[in-house]
């Protein structure tokens, strides 16, 4: 292997590691916004846990999709949420017997 070989490996190879190390830290800004997202929602919606969760899962997935998950993440989670605390109330109100809540 002659210089200007092993310098484009190496070059390559930095590359490759800033990329990696840039998605690993994207993968964390979203975690980090989902369990703050998942500790406000857990303790103001009444809403089962597992709900919120399965609902922030779902809005994750969705803005991986986007292209741009750390900007669209923190509205579709919110907006998933509350769709999710909106049918939770009606399924409840349903099963109990009680009207809605305006």
């Known amino acids: 292997m002659n210089t200007n070989q092993a310098k ?7 590359v490759s590691d800033l990329c990696f190390a840039s998605y690993q830290k994207l993968v964390a800004g979203i975690e980090d916004a989902k369990r703050n997202l998942a500790a406000q929602f857990h303790g103001q919606e009444a809403v089962p846990d597992q709900l919120v969760n399965l609902a922030l899962n779902e809005a994750e997935a ?23 605390s909106a049918w939770y109330r009606r399924s409840k109100a349903l099963t109990t017997g009680h009207a809605l809540a305006a």
């Open 62 to 84: 969705l803005a991986w999709q986007s292209g741009y998950p750390q900007l669209v993440f923190p509205a579709l989670a919110t907006e998933k949420v509350t769709a999710a």
């Open 8 to 14: 484009q490996k190496s070059i390559a190879k930095t």
